[in-house]
């Protein structure tokens, strides 16, 4: 069955550091997503992405986070500079483009920063 | 904006008891509705869905129903068991738009 894989399953990195997450959706899908999760908390939306661009982002977003598309299988999420309270399990997620369906969502890359 | 509120947890149940986790949610027009749960440790695996008024989704004895007069969807299942423990989490998806989650609901089943 085709999934979502990220990668690294766990980050660690010094606060001010640049991290780059990274997470291949499934094949055929055409909208994008990422999520956090603080530890203990509620899955918070960051951004969306299709045919190439942002389609919309969430006040969280701001210009520390960054995503791309860079080769047609891959879909990163980058940090500029990490603060702490940017530790959090960071989500990929992907859909097809059949309206209402469900997003596919990877196992997560545990961010902490130190 | 959308919303999902979900009951506060956490929800501590015997093996067999029946759960309710309430759902409700605010939105204009009418999106699709999801149960996702997160096993320990884990990511998000869908449960089940609605896409439409009066749908019913139902999975591994899981089930909800999209009310739309009462803005509802709420998780029922008449047996739990132990292994149902996890984290469970109500969602609205608009259809190009990204998942608005509910806080998440801990069901924790004791043998």
């Known amino acids: 069955e085709p999934e979502v894989t990220q990668t690294p399953s766990h980050q660690v990195t010094q606060m001010g550091q640049e991290v780059i997450l990274r997470c291949v959706p499934i094949s055929n899908h055409l909208y994008f997503y990422w999520y956090r999760q603080i530890l203990g908390q509620k899955v918070e939306f960051l951004v969306s992405?299709?045919?190439?661009?942002?389609?919309?982002k969430s006040e969280i977003f701001d210009d520390q986070f960054s995503v791309e598309r860079p080769d047609g299988s891959n879909f990163t999420l980058k940090i500029r500079s990490t603060k702490l309270e940017d530790s959090a399990m960071y989500f990929c997620?992907?859909?097809?483009?059949?309206?209402?369906?469900?997003?596919?969502f990877g196992q997560g890359t545990r961010l902490t920063v130190v | 904006g959308n919303s999902v509120t979900q009951m506060e947890g956490p929800v501590t149940l015997s093996e067999e008891a029946f759960l309710t986790i309430n759902c409700t949610y605010t939105a204009t027009g009418y999106p699709s509705l999801f149960w996702y749960v997160q096993y320990p440790g884990e990511g998000l695996q869908l449960l089940l869905k609605?896409?439409?008024?009066?749908d019913k989704g139902s999975n591994k004895g899981f089930e909800a129903t999209y009310r739309k007069e009462t803005t509802s969807f709420h998780l029922e299942k008449g047996s739990v068991q132990v292994s149902d423990s996890a984290v469970y989490f109500c969602?609205?998806?608009?259809?190009?738009?990204?998942?608005?989650f509910g806080e998440g609901t801990q069901l924790t089943v004791n043998p």
């Open positions: 609605a896409t439409k008024a009066d």
């Open positions: 992405f299709y045919n190439n661009e942002i389609s919309e």
């Open positions: 969602a609205l998806i608009y259809p190009i738009r990204g998942l608005t």
């Open positions: 997620a992907s859909r097809s483009g059949t309206p209402n369906t469900e997003a596919f």
